[in-house]
């Protein structure tokens, strides 16, 4: 019994000594601000002690205040324990004060089970993250945002709006408003508590009878966004709210306050209009949207103006990353923009639009559609080995081309996948692929304003 009274006596202090150690790790912004405070404590301290030898360098020796204050001052111990045990002392309840204050302060914004110097760190690690716009739609750019946001809070997600089909289809046509199916996908990757705000957004009503009509088959999300959007008479306003009611790690804009249709041109010259279909569709030689006046939000152009990172794709080509960058001013703000600008390339084809595309048709089709120039660097993956699901439709995108390639966008390889599904991006992945080249990026510019620095101190 003694001998586990002991073991459990010194993990406890273990414990104790861990969440020491957290709280005073470098980078979690408490240490210096109990620093300042103690100063600041000092200071009184030092003031009062001013005051009292002021007030008594007038009173008589034998004024009854000279013994209450030899009592305060600890006058009857000996010397050479006066200050140390009141320091002690005060050093021991200003150290407990302050951490059960902390606690007290933050334990209410607290929704996980984490140490709360963990969750303190890990927020102002994110906080201090490069501002990041993500440009695309559906699955993938869900996926890319899963990952970026435990790197960094600092992210703007850029939706597309020109979905028709299920849920968000008939909201647009019954309500006339911007579809939200991809805006709620990115919201709900974003959610702080994602996997319960995922399955409560994306939960869809029964299609049975016993339920209201105008709920059949509807997502709750959808209805959510939809709703914001009634009450505060505007679209963006409606999504800005979600953002703010949901609590996610940085935000999603719609690329575009109002809907945009996406029609497409077959290589057999046939001309098919509305994203669902395009989506399933073969041979597509072009799209474009309209209307072909559609504004790009404002908050969409001053993410990108602001950015450190842009990052087109992943997702479908032709119907989640061309959309948003079709709409008129989104290429001039990308050209514009002083962020380096990464495009992510899918890691398989996609039965119907991108089917047998290599590396190279995907790069045409950007070129095509006059987005070659925005293109600064593509990321591709070069993992084959993940494990392809049961009837695996699709294929892995093929590196035709030589990484050496002079001509063109830089080309960088590196190990994406999902490893237990081919199909699909690894959002942790390509978070930290995407955060080590931004940090070269970083590093190789300021380099060069050094050395340019330099150059110019040397000339003059």
Same mark, same amino acid.
């Given at each position: 019994?003694?001998?586990t009274r +002991?073991?459990?006596?010194t993990?406890r202090?273990?414990?104790?000594a @861990?969440?020491i150690?957290q *709280?005073l790790r470098p980078?979690?912004?408490?240490? &210096?601000?109990?620093?300042?405070?103690f100063v600041g404590l000092l200071f009184i301290?030092l003031?009062i002690?001013a005051?009292?030898r002021?007030?008594?360098?007038d009173? #008589?020796?034998?004024?009854p205040?000279h013994?209450?204050?030899?009592t305060l001052?600890?006058?009857a111990?000996?010397v050479e324990?006066r200050?140390p045990l009141?320091?002690a002392?005060?050093l021991?309840?200003?150290?407990y004060?302050?951490?059960?204050?902390?606690?007290?302060?933050v334990?209410p914004y607290r929704? /996980?089970t984490?140490?709360?110097?963990e969750?303190?760190y890990?927020?102002?690690?994110r906080a201090r993250?490069?501002k990041?716009?993500?440009i695309g739609g559906?699955?993938?750019?869900?996926? $890319?945002? &899963?990952?970026l946001?435990?790197?960094?809070?600092? %992210?703007?997600?850029v !939706? /597309? !709006?020109a979905?028709?089909?299920?849920s968000s289809?008939?909201l647009?046509?019954?309500?006339?408003? #911007?579809?939200?199916?991809?805006?709620?996908?990115c919201?709900?990757?974003?959610?702080?508590?994602?996997?319960a705000?995922?399955k409560?957004?994306?939960?869809r009503?029964?299609?049975?009878?016993e339920v209201d009509?105008s709920?059949?088959?509807?997502?709750?999300?959808?209805?959510?966004?939809?709703? $914001?959007?009634a /009450?505060t008479?505007?679209?963006?306003e409606?999504?800005?709210? +979600?953002n703010q009611i949901l609590?996610v790690?940085?935000?999603v804009v719609p690329?575009?306050?109002q809907a945009?249709t996406?029609?497409?041109?077959? %290589?057999?010259?046939?001309?098919?209009?509305? @994203?669902?279909?395009i989506? &399933?569709a073969?041979? =597509?030689r072009?799209? *474009?949207?309209?209307p072909d006046?559609?504004k790009p939000s404002?908050?969409?152009m001053?993410? %990108?103006a602001?950015a450190?990172? %842009?990052?087109i794709?992943?997702?479908?080509?032709?119907? +989640?990353?061309?959309?948003?960058?079709?709409?008129?001013?989104v290429?001039?703000?990308?050209?514009?923009a002083s962020?380096?600008?990464?495009f992510v390339?899918n890691v398989a084809?996609?039965?119907?639009?991108?089917e047998?595309f +290599?590396? /190279?048709?995907?790069l045409?089709a950007l070129a095509?559609?006059?987005?070659?120039?925005?293109?600064?660097a593509v990321?591709l993956?070069?993992?084959?080995k993940?494990r392809?699901?049961?009837?695996?439709?699709?294929?892995?995108?093929?590196?035709?081309?030589?990484?050496s390639?002079?001509n063109?966008?830089q080309l =960088?390889?590196?190990?994406?996948?999902?490893?237990?599904?081919?199909h699909r991006h690894?959002p942790r992945?390509l978070a930290?692929v995407?955060?080590?080249?931004?940090?070269e990026?970083t590093i190789a510019r300021?380099k060069?304003?050094?050395?340019?620095?330099?150059?110019?101190?040397a000339? &003059?």
């Open positions: 019994m003694t001998d +002991s073991v459990d006596a993990l202090r273990r414990e104790r @861990q969440l150690r *709280w980078g979690i912004g408490v240490k &210096r601000w109990l620093a300042l405070t301290a003031a002690a005051l009292l002021l007030v008594l360098s009173r #008589p020796s034998n004024d205040l013994d209450v204050i030899a001052t600890l006058q111990l000996p324990l200050w009141p320091l002392l005060g021991a309840l200003f150290l004060g302050g951490w059960r204050l902390v606690r007290a302060l334990e929704a /996980t984490e140490p709360l110097a969750v303190l890990q927020r102002r690690l993250g490069p990041v716009v993500a559906g699955t993938g750019l869900s996926a $890319l945002l &899963r990952g946001k435990e790197v960094t809070s600092n %992210i703007t997600a !939706v /597309t !709006v979905d028709d089909g299920g289809g008939q647009r046509t019954e309500l006339g408003i #911007p579809p939200m199916g991809d805006i709620r996908q919201i709900a990757a974003l959610a702080d508590s994602e996997p705000m995922a409560l957004l994306s939960y009503f029964p299609l049975s009878e009509p709920y059949r088959g509807h997502a709750f999300g959808n209805l959510l966004i939809a709703a $914001l959007t /009450t008479g505007d679209f963006e409606g999504v800005r709210q +979600s609590a790690r940085g935000s690329v575009s306050g945009v996406l029609h497409a041109a077959l %290589i057999d010259g046939s001309v098919i209009d509305g @994203q669902s279909l989506g &399933r073969r041979g =597509i072009r799209v *474009w949207i309209s006046d559609a404002a908050e969409a001053d993410a %990108i602001a450190e990172l %842009i990052v794709g992943p997702g479908s080509l032709y119907t +989640s990353l061309l959309p948003p960058l079709l709409v008129p001013g290429h001039d703000a990308l050209l514009r962020a380096p600008r990464l390339c084809t996609q039965v119907g639009e991108t047998e +290599s590396l /190279t048709d995907h045409d095509s559609h006059g987005m070659a120039d925005v293109v600064d990321l993956n070069n993992n084959f993940a392809q699901p049961q009837n695996y439709p699709a294929a892995p995108v093929k590196i035709d081309v030589a990484l390639n002079k063109g966008p =960088i390889a590196r190990d994406l996948v999902d490893d237990d599904n081919a690894d992945k930290s995407l955060l080590a080249l931004y940090d990026h300021r060069t304003a050094w050395a340019t620095m330099a150059a110019d101190g000339a &003059r």
